[in-house]
Protein backbone atom coordinates (compact mmCIF):
# COMPACT_ATOMS: atom_id res chain seq x y z
CA UNK A 1 0.00 0.00 0.00
CA UNK A 2 3.02 2.49 0.99
CA UNK A 3 4.59 1.54 -2.28
CA UNK A 4 1.07 2.37 -4.58
CA UNK A 5 0.82 5.73 -2.35
CA UNK A 6 4.50 6.75 -3.32
CA UNK A 7 4.04 5.86 -7.17
CA UNK A 8 0.56 7.77 -6.96
CA UNK A 9 2.49 10.84 -5.50
CA UNK A 10 5.09 10.71 -7.78
CA UNK A 11 2.99 10.51 -10.73
CA UNK A 12 0.79 13.66 -9.39
CA UNK A 13 4.20 15.39 -9.61
CA UNK A 14 5.38 14.85 -12.77
CA UNK A 15 1.86 16.27 -13.79
CA UNK A 16 2.66 19.41 -11.76
CA UNK A 17 6.56 19.50 -13.03
CA UNK A 18 5.30 18.90 -16.66
CA UNK A 19 2.66 21.86 -16.02
CA UNK A 20 4.99 24.07 -14.59
CA UNK A 21 7.50 23.64 -17.17
CA UNK A 22 5.52 25.16 -20.03
CA UNK A 23 5.14 28.44 -18.36
CA UNK A 24 8.88 29.06 -18.60
CA UNK A 25 9.72 27.45 -22.03
CA UNK A 26 9.61 30.87 -24.15
CA UNK A 27 12.17 32.84 -21.88
CA UNK A 28 15.48 32.69 -23.01
CA UNK A 29 17.66 31.00 -20.29
CA UNK A 30 21.27 29.88 -20.10
CA UNK A 31 22.42 26.43 -21.62
CA UNK A 32 25.28 25.86 -19.77
CA UNK A 33 25.10 23.36 -17.11
CA UNK A 34 25.77 24.53 -13.19
CA UNK A 35 27.09 22.10 -11.33
CA UNK A 36 24.98 22.38 -7.79
CA UNK A 37 26.16 19.14 -5.99
CA UNK A 38 28.53 16.90 -5.86
CA UNK A 39 29.53 14.02 -3.76
CA UNK A 40 33.00 11.70 -3.83
CA UNK A 41 35.77 11.52 -6.68
CA UNK A 42 34.06 13.85 -9.48
CA UNK A 43 36.45 15.76 -11.91
CA UNK A 44 35.63 18.21 -15.50
CA UNK A 45 38.71 18.11 -17.38
CA UNK A 46 40.72 16.34 -14.76
CA UNK A 47 40.22 18.88 -12.29
CA UNK A 48 38.14 18.66 -8.88
CA UNK A 49 34.32 20.06 -9.69
CA UNK A 50 33.34 23.13 -7.70
CA UNK A 51 29.34 23.83 -6.81
CA UNK A 52 28.33 26.46 -9.52
CA UNK A 53 30.95 25.89 -12.43
CA UNK A 54 29.71 25.94 -15.47
CA UNK A 55 30.09 22.58 -18.11
CA UNK A 56 31.47 24.27 -20.56
CA UNK A 57 31.24 22.76 -24.65
CA UNK A 58 34.10 19.69 -25.29
CA UNK A 59 34.33 19.51 -20.94
CA UNK A 60 34.87 15.98 -19.98
CA UNK A 61 32.93 14.99 -16.46
CA UNK A 62 34.27 11.31 -14.68
CA UNK A 63 33.04 10.15 -11.78
CA UNK A 64 34.44 7.64 -9.44
CA UNK A 65 33.16 4.72 -7.20
CA UNK A 66 30.26 5.90 -4.91
CA UNK A 67 30.06 9.67 -6.68
CA UNK A 68 27.64 11.47 -8.86
CA UNK A 69 27.47 15.31 -10.03
CA UNK A 70 24.05 16.99 -10.15
CA UNK A 71 23.53 20.24 -12.60
CA UNK A 72 20.81 21.95 -13.82
CA UNK A 73 20.64 24.60 -16.89
CA UNK A 74 17.41 26.41 -18.49
CA UNK A 75 14.99 26.58 -15.39
CA UNK A 76 13.75 23.24 -14.84
CA UNK A 77 16.08 21.27 -16.34
CA UNK A 78 19.26 19.14 -14.64
CA UNK A 79 20.65 15.44 -15.04
CA UNK A 80 22.40 13.53 -12.57
CA UNK A 81 26.12 11.60 -13.58
CA UNK A 82 26.67 8.55 -11.59
CA UNK A 83 28.91 6.80 -10.15
CA UNK A 84 31.89 5.07 -12.44
CA UNK A 85 30.78 7.41 -15.32
CA UNK A 86 33.07 9.59 -17.97
CA UNK A 87 30.49 12.29 -20.45
CA UNK A 88 31.66 14.22 -23.14
CA UNK A 89 29.80 17.32 -23.17
CA UNK A 90 29.09 19.52 -26.60
CA UNK A 91 26.88 22.64 -26.19
CA UNK A 92 26.30 24.47 -28.94
CA UNK A 93 22.27 25.52 -29.37
CA UNK A 94 21.20 22.27 -27.79
CA UNK A 95 23.06 19.99 -24.92
CA UNK A 96 24.47 16.46 -26.41
CA UNK A 97 25.65 14.36 -24.05
CA UNK A 98 28.46 11.40 -25.32
CA UNK A 99 28.09 8.75 -22.53
CA UNK A 100 30.99 6.82 -22.99
CA UNK A 101 30.33 4.73 -20.02
CA UNK A 102 28.43 5.09 -17.02
CA UNK A 103 24.65 6.29 -16.26
CA UNK A 104 22.50 9.42 -16.43
CA UNK A 105 19.45 10.57 -14.92
CA UNK A 106 18.14 13.22 -17.12
CA UNK A 107 14.82 15.81 -15.99
CA UNK A 108 14.20 18.00 -18.70
CA UNK A 109 11.82 21.53 -19.65
CA UNK A 110 9.19 20.85 -22.41
CA UNK A 111 10.39 21.38 -26.01
CA UNK A 112 14.00 20.90 -24.62
CA UNK A 113 16.33 19.80 -27.47
CA UNK A 114 18.35 17.24 -25.90
CA UNK A 115 20.59 14.13 -27.34
CA UNK A 116 22.41 11.30 -25.34
CA UNK A 117 24.90 9.57 -27.59
CA UNK A 118 26.28 6.23 -26.30
CA UNK A 119 28.17 3.69 -28.26
CA UNK A 120 25.19 1.57 -29.41
CA UNK A 121 23.22 4.39 -30.44
CA UNK A 122 21.57 7.77 -29.50
CA UNK A 123 18.52 8.81 -27.26
CA UNK A 124 16.67 12.26 -29.27
CA UNK A 125 14.69 13.87 -26.43
CA UNK A 126 12.56 16.98 -25.79
CA UNK A 127 10.92 17.42 -22.07
CA UNK A 128 11.33 13.92 -20.50
CA UNK A 129 12.32 12.25 -17.42
CA UNK A 130 14.78 9.29 -18.55
CA UNK A 131 17.58 6.97 -17.66
CA UNK A 132 20.38 5.84 -19.72
CA UNK A 133 23.07 3.14 -18.70
CA UNK A 134 25.66 2.39 -20.96
CA UNK A 135 26.21 -1.89 -20.65
CA UNK A 136 29.04 -2.05 -22.67
CA UNK A 137 29.72 -1.15 -26.17
CA UNK A 138 27.47 -3.03 -28.04
CA UNK A 139 24.57 -2.61 -25.48
CA UNK A 140 22.33 0.20 -23.70
CA UNK A 141 19.73 0.56 -21.39
CA UNK A 142 17.04 3.48 -21.39
CA UNK A 143 13.92 4.14 -19.88
CA UNK A 144 11.45 6.80 -20.47
CA UNK A 145 10.23 7.61 -17.07
CA UNK A 146 7.70 9.89 -17.67
CA UNK A 147 7.80 11.13 -21.65
CA UNK A 148 9.19 9.88 -24.81
CA UNK A 149 12.87 8.86 -26.08
CA UNK A 150 13.35 8.70 -29.47
CA UNK A 151 16.26 6.21 -30.54
CA UNK A 152 18.42 6.65 -33.09
CA UNK A 153 21.12 5.12 -35.34
CA UNK A 154 24.39 7.28 -35.66
CA UNK A 155 22.92 8.95 -39.02
CA UNK A 156 19.98 9.83 -36.70
CA UNK A 157 17.67 7.56 -38.83
CA UNK A 158 14.71 6.53 -35.24
CA UNK A 159 14.65 2.71 -34.72
CA UNK A 160 12.45 3.02 -32.47
CA UNK A 161 10.42 5.14 -29.68
CA UNK A 162 10.18 4.39 -26.04
CA UNK A 163 7.27 6.57 -24.13
CA UNK A 164 5.48 6.00 -21.05
CA UNK A 165 4.02 8.09 -17.99
CA UNK A 166 5.60 5.93 -15.66
CA UNK A 167 8.62 4.22 -16.40
CA UNK A 168 9.07 2.18 -20.21
CA UNK A 169 12.89 0.59 -20.15
CA UNK A 170 14.15 -1.57 -22.82
CA UNK A 171 17.59 -2.31 -24.31
CA UNK A 172 18.85 -1.11 -27.57
CA UNK A 173 21.82 -3.11 -29.02
CA UNK A 174 24.26 -3.08 -32.01
CA UNK A 175 25.70 -6.02 -33.76
CA UNK A 176 27.45 -4.85 -36.64
CA UNK A 177 25.87 -2.55 -38.09
CA UNK A 178 22.25 -3.68 -37.30
CA UNK A 179 20.52 -2.10 -34.05
CA UNK A 180 18.00 -3.85 -32.19
CA UNK A 181 15.31 -3.26 -29.54
CA UNK A 182 14.30 -5.74 -26.67
CA UNK A 183 12.44 -5.22 -23.85
CA UNK A 184 13.69 -4.94 -20.26
CA UNK A 185 12.85 -4.79 -16.02
CA UNK A 186 13.63 -1.58 -14.15
CA UNK A 187 17.24 -1.34 -13.13
CA UNK A 188 19.46 0.51 -11.07
CA UNK A 189 16.84 3.78 -10.61
CA UNK A 190 13.91 4.55 -9.06
CA UNK A 191 11.05 7.20 -8.43
CA UNK A 192 12.97 8.32 -5.27
CA UNK A 193 16.06 8.95 -6.97
CA UNK A 194 14.09 10.87 -9.81
CA UNK A 195 12.36 12.98 -6.54
CA UNK A 196 15.74 13.55 -5.10
CA UNK A 197 16.90 15.18 -8.12
CA UNK A 198 13.91 17.10 -8.56
CA UNK A 199 13.68 18.19 -4.74
CA UNK A 200 17.62 19.58 -5.23
CA UNK A 201 17.29 21.17 -8.36
CA UNK A 202 14.67 23.28 -7.34
CA UNK A 203 16.36 24.11 -4.52
CA UNK A 204 19.42 25.24 -6.03
CA UNK A 205 16.76 27.29 -8.43
CA UNK A 206 15.26 29.35 -5.17
CA UNK A 207 18.88 29.71 -4.17
Known amino acids: MLKMKVVLFL???FIIVGCKQVEVTAEVTQIEPEVFFAIGQVTINGQSAKIGQ?????DVVETGAQSYLEAKFQKQSAFRIREDSRIVFNIDDHITLSVEKGKVLNILEKH??????????VAAVRGTIFFV???????????ACNGTIAIQ???QRELTSLSSSHHKPGYCEREGSDLSMADAEMLDHDDIEIFELMYRMDQASNE
Open 11 to 13: SVL
Open 133 to 143: SVIDDNKTYYC
Open 153 to 155: DDQ
Open 112 to 121: SRYLVRTPSA
Open 54 to 58: KINNG
